[in-house]
Each structure stands twice: as structure tokens, then as C-alpha cells.
């Protein structure tokens, strides 16, 4: 049920490993210490990954809410969904696309979400079913893409922000990881995947670049352990990445909001 949903962003990437949902928890976590409401749905039916970086344990299962619908599970205080929460850890999703898309659906429209001022999704990488699902299904206000420097990671990610302007999603910016490289021991900095890219790409689609995260390696263990990094060091330097990149979510969102024209309707 998404009628007391506020706000909706989609976190996407052209293509895995790029720290997408270790953005979408560290970003939701931030939203929340600003103050806001916050669900978090873990919309990779295929390879859900949110149970285990917020700490839920293994087993844990949505209770029913009425007859139609589920209760969220909440972890840190989020309101999270997850196809993790239906089955186990070593059970294959071996889905074609519209059972996934269903899938999605179901997940998104029938969880009790409540009061909510933004709901965070977490896409699967790529350009696929589901993104399109989610398009189709919910009024998404806004999408943030996430990307490394690297050069073919940039090439899918530029796929991903003309998907979303196909189907006439604002790209609220992107967001860098492993931007830089700095060394444990001495302090040099390398930005070893290159440099520059995220700003490029956020220029020549006249979006932001909400920001550049480094290669940490604190980042990786805090979501592995269950305790992400807003969560774990709400007062470092981590956090405070994260942090700046929720304002400007938040402030893209509310500029969206107050240039939205009237609705048309075709019936």
C-alpha cells in the first residue's frame, strides 16, 4: 500500500557490483537521521542483499498485517521489504522476467508501509522487467544512479539514466564509488579506477553528482557485519558522505515536486 508514501526513489546501476545497495541502506539510514520517514524495499528479486546488511537474521519472516497484506520488518528503523524475507538464503530465484516483475508487485503493493516520507528501492542492476515494472506500477519521483570511475561501469550507467528518462523519471544525480583510492598506511591517494567520470557523465546528462565515496575498506565490513556505515560511525567521515548525498536527495525531491505541472489524465 503506498497511499501514505510521500516520496519514491529508485538507487539503479547499468551493471553489479558497484555498491548499489550498500548505497540504497547507507542512503535510506542517512534520509532517516535527517529526520525523515523511511522504507527501504529490496526490489532484486534475483539476489536480495538488504536482510543481510542490515543485520536480519536468516529465518526472519513479514507477519500478516490483515488478510492482503504484509508488515514490514524493521531494522534500524526502517521499514524494509524483502524477497530474502520469503525464502531462504540458498533458495534460487530460477524466474523468467514476469514472474519476478509479479513478484515485484506484490512485494511493493502489498506491504503495509504506512506513513512514509520517502521509500527507498533498491533496483537490480541493469535495464530489465523489473525497472520497467516499477515505472509502470509506482509514481517514482526521482532515481539516483550509482557508478565506479571505471570506464565500462560509466557506459552502463549512462544506459541506466536513459532509461529513466524514457519512461520520464528525474535523475535526482549520481553517486561515485570507489572513487579514490587512500592508503592505510602512508595516506596516498589513488584514484585507481579512474578519475573524473561521475562528474563527466552527471554533466553531459545535466544532472548532479550527489557525490564520491573512496575504495574503504570499512565500508564493505560494516555492510557484511549487518551494521552499515551510517549505522556503525554516524559521526565519521563515511557517514558524513552519505549524509550530504541524502540532503541533496531530499532538496531534489522537493524542487521536482514544486516544478510538477498539473496532471493529465487520458481515459
Known sequence: ???????????????????????????????????????????????????????????????????KHFAPIEAHGLKTMSMAYLVTEKTPMAWRGPMAAGALQQLLGQTMWGELDILVVDMPPGTGDIQLTLAQKAQVNGAVIVTTPQDIALLDAKKGIEMFIKVKI????????????????CGHEEAIFGDGGGANVAEQYETHLLGSLPLDKSIRLNGDSGLPSVAADPEGPIAGHYGQIAQSVIAGL??????????????
Open 1 to 67: 500500500m503506498l497511499d501514505q508514501v510521500k516520496y519514491i526513489v529508485a538507487v539503479a546501476s547499468g551493471k553489479g557490483g558497484v555498491g548499489k545497495s550498500t548505497t540504497a541502506v547507507n542512503l535510506a539510514l542517512s534520509l532517516q537521521a535527517a529526520g525523515k520517514k523511511v522504507g527501504l524495499l529490496d526490489a532484486d528479486i534475483y539476489g536480495p542483499s538488504i536482510a543481510m546488511m542490515l543485520g536480519v537474521p536468516d529465518g526472519t519472516r513479514p507477519k500478516a498485517a490483515d488478510e
Open 170 to 185: 528525474p535523475v535526482l544525480g549520481i553517486v561515485e564509488n570507489m572513487a579514490m583510492h587512500i592508503c592505510s598506511e
Open 254 to 267: 522537493e524542487a521536482a515536486a514544486d516544478n510538477a505541472g498539473p496532471e493529465i489524465v487520458f481515459e
